[in-house]
């Protein structure tokens, strides 16, 4: 089974309060290149720049963002490969741009080639329909499709495209994937009507308090926190793990002090609900995940090699 999230929930306290003092230890040689590798105004976007906006006020530092987009987080990983290491650049992307997205664009590189910083927060990787298809579970959605109906499937992603596709493989049913730009391109599209139904990462959340949206399935090996009872991905047959994780990374080679210093303030404004950051966090995504050092190495070395077995099943 491929677990690409590591609750650290345990760790987060002792390394926010730890981080405080290395943040305040070390002073950037200048002002910060923020490279975002999310469309502007979207939800990681907002949340990429209410940290730095929260940094600037408790720190002093000064924050210069930039949207870098493109492939999945591959664009910004290329040109972030040329700028100074020494804490002035940093970028926000997700585990999946240094997996499977870095592994699929064979350019040469791998997650060891940038220093790994601190992940912010995991989504909440549902799959969802809208209410007006009158389904309420995933078993709903199946006998629609054993029934002759299309159901028109929506990914924002290539690695959901194949996670969708091995889902229809494993019910025995056949799944019209329609690949979009973003998750609230989904979001529209199911509600819509466009599409039946669609992986969402915890932009749902108030649509199915609503009662708007349907989670009929966590897209994750772990249940939703909004609704635990739908089942898993491997409870459906599929043996892979749809989540992804914010996280900051930076160029080859920074320093110590430098990445630590950034990865504490990060943490310690995440973990802060009194935040605007830390409020968006624990609204769309239960609360922050602050991984660092050695296990986030780890994390995003797994989901990179993890990627050939997920393709080579597609493939089949």
Same mark, same amino acid.
């Given at each position: 089974?491929k677990k690409l999230i590591v609750a650290a929930?345990?760790?987060?306290?002792?390394?926010?309060?730890?981080?405080?003092?290395?943040?305040?230890?070390?002073?950037?040689?200048?002002?910060?290149?923020?490279?975002?590798?999310?469309?502007?105004?979207?939800?990681?976007?907002?949340?990429?720049?209410?940290?730095?906006?929260?940094?600037?006020?408790?720190?002093?530092?000064?924050?210069?963002?930039? /949207?870098?987009?493109?492939?999945?987080?591959?664009?910004?990983?290329?040109?972030?490969?040329?700028?100074?290491?020494?804490?002035?650049?940093?970028?926000?992307?997700?585990?999946?741009?240094?997996?499977?997205?870095?592994?699929?664009?064979?350019?040469?590189?791998?997650?060891?080639?940038?220093?790994?910083?601190?992940?912010?927060?995991?989504?909440?990787?549902?799959?969802?329909?809208?209410?007006?298809?009158?389904?309420?579970?995933?078993?709903?959605?199946?006998?629609?499709?054993?029934?002759?109906?299309?159901?028109?499937?929506?990914?924002?992603? /290539?690695?959901?495209?194949?996670?969708?596709?091995?889902?229809? /493989?494993?019910?025995?049913?056949?799944?019209?994937?329609?690949?979009?730009?973003?998750?609230?391109?989904?979001?529209?599209?199911?509600?819509?009507?466009?599409?039946?139904?669609?992986?969402?990462?915890?932009?749902?959340?108030?649509?199915?308090?609503?009662?708007?949206?349907?989670?009929?399935?966590?897209?994750?090996?772990?249940?939703?926190?909004?609704?635990?009872?739908?089942?898993?991905?491997?409870?459906?047959?599929?043996?892979?793990?749809?989540?992804?994780?914010?996280?900051?990374?930076?160029?080859?080679?920074?320093?110590?002090?430098?990445?630590?210093?950034?990865?504490?303030?990060?943490?310690?404004?995440?973990?802060?609900?009194?935040?605007?950051?830390?409020?968006?966090?624990?609204?769309?995504?239960?609360?922050?995940?602050?991984?660092?050092?050695?296990?986030?190495?780890?994390?995003?070395?797994?989901?990179?090699?993890?990627?050939?077995?997920?393709?080579?099943?597609?493939?089949?």
């Open positions: 089974m929930t345990a760790a987060l306290s002792i390394a926010a309060s730890a981080v405080t003092v290395q943040a305040q230890d070390w002073t950037p040689p200048g002002p910060i290149k923020l490279m975002i590798a999310f469309g502007a105004g979207g939800g990681a976007d907002t949340q990429a720049r209410l940290i730095a906006t929260e940094l600037e006020d408790r720190l002093g530092w000064e924050f210069i963002p930039e /949207q870098v987009t493109g492939k999945g987080g591959v664009n910004l990983l290329l040109e972030m490969q040329d700028e100074a290491n020494d804490g002035t650049v940093i970028g926000m992307v997700v585990t999946e741009s240094l997996g499977y997205n870095l592994y699929t664009a064979d350019v040469g590189l791998t997650p060891e080639d940038f220093t790994v910083i601190t992940t912010t927060a995991g989504t909440q990787m549902g799959i969802v329909a809208g209410a007006g298809t009158g389904w309420t579970s995933f078993d709903d959605m199946v006998a629609a499709a054993e029934a002759g109906q299309e159901i028109r499937f929506g990914v924002m992603t /290539q690695r959901l495209g194949e996670l969708a596709y091995l889902l229809g /493989q494993a019910q025995g049913i056949d799944l019209n994937i329609i690949t979009v730009q973003g998750g609230r391109a989904v979001l529209n599209g199911v509600t819509a009507g466009d599409m039946d139904v669609g992986f969402m990462a915890g932009i749902q959340g108030p649509g199915v308090e609503a009662g708007d949206l349907v989670n009929l399935a966590s897209g994750m090996a772990r249940p939703l926190n909004q609704t635990p009872d739908a089942p898993t991905l491997p409870d459906l047959g599929v043996d892979f793990d749809g989540a992804a994780v914010f996280l900051f990374v930076g160029p080859d080679g920074m320093p110590d002090d430098a990445r630590n210093a950034i990865a504490a303030a990060i943490t310690e404004v995440t973990s802060d609900p009194s935040t605007e950051a830390g409020a968006l966090i624990e609204r769309a995504f239960g609360g922050s995940m602050n991984l660092q050092g050695a296990e986030l190495e780890e994390l995003t070395m797994r989901d990179f090699t993890e990627s050939e077995a997920l393709i080579e099943a597609a493939a089949e």
